[in-house]
């Protein structure tokens, strides 16, 4: 048990739908992550936040969006949903920046299918 | 372009050989590397990071190795055991920018 959590664990939509995927990191880490996780794709970073604040950005698309709260949960929403938006949803989290060498852990993901 | 690859998709060794995993990557400035294992289903495990300065990193029975001339990782289990059969992921922390994780080598080990 890496000590994150992600709710809810499995996820069956329509497309054109909107979800919202959670996240609670580690207890003391203040950065969380997201990826995204489908067979032809691999793990695809998604966004990064650190205490409250986006720090960095990778594939995500504009019908995506994610916030960090002042508790530190992270809530990735996803709005739009089309087919090929199915895939193993994951957050991670670190104690620090990534810049700080930190690893990161991982929960064990939430999948979202889009019919 | 940007490119991060593992040098097989599927890799199958006997029962108390030594596995090796291959990371390279391309158009990349990593500040260090790290590798994860993934079970099917489940996320990934940090297993061993390594910064650019460094040449070698031990813990336990792992390995890894990095060379940045090169542009490339290797990743040694020795003693293998049917219990280490998994996905092996690399993944790289590119300067200025983000995580990149590579598709991932499927190791088998076979009793």
């Known amino acids: 048990d890496s000590g994150v959590t992600q709710t809810p664990k499995h996820l069956i939509t329509a497309t054109g739908q909107r979800v919202t995927l959670r996240c609670s990191p580690r207890?003391?880490?203040?950065?969380v992550y997201w990826y995204q996780q489908s067979l032809d794709q691999g793990l695809q970073f998604l966004i990064q936040y650190y205490n409250g604040e986006e720090r960095a950005k990778g594939n995500i698309l504009e019908r995506f969006s994610a916030q960090q709260f002042p508790d530190l949960h992270s809530e990735l929403n996803l709005s739009s949903l089309e087919l090929g938006d199915s895939a193993l949803y994951f957050c991670a989290s670190s104690v620090g920046l990534a810049e700080s060498y930190n690893e990161q852990f991982f929960g064990p993901g939430t999948r979202l299918t889009v019919l | 372009s940007q490119k991060i690859e593992q040098n097989s998709e599927a890799l199958n060794i006997q029962e108390g050989k030594t596995a090796t995993l291959t990371c390279n990557y391309t158009n990349y400035s990593p500040a260090y590397l790290q590798w994860y294992r993934q079970d099917p289903g489940r996320g990934p495990v940090f297993l061993l990071l390594?910064?650019?300065?460094?040449k070698e990193k031990r813990k336990e029975r792992l390995k890894v190795t990095f060379d940045t001339t090169l542009k490339q990782s290797l990743f040694h289990i020795t003693a293998s055991q049917p219990a280490d059969s998994a996905t092996y992921l690399c993944a790289l922390l590119n300067y200025g920018q983000n995580f990149v994780f590579g598709p991932g080598t499927r190791l088998s080990v076979l009793p």
């Open positions: 390594i910064r650019e300065n460094e």
């Open positions: 207890s003391g880490d203040l950065s």
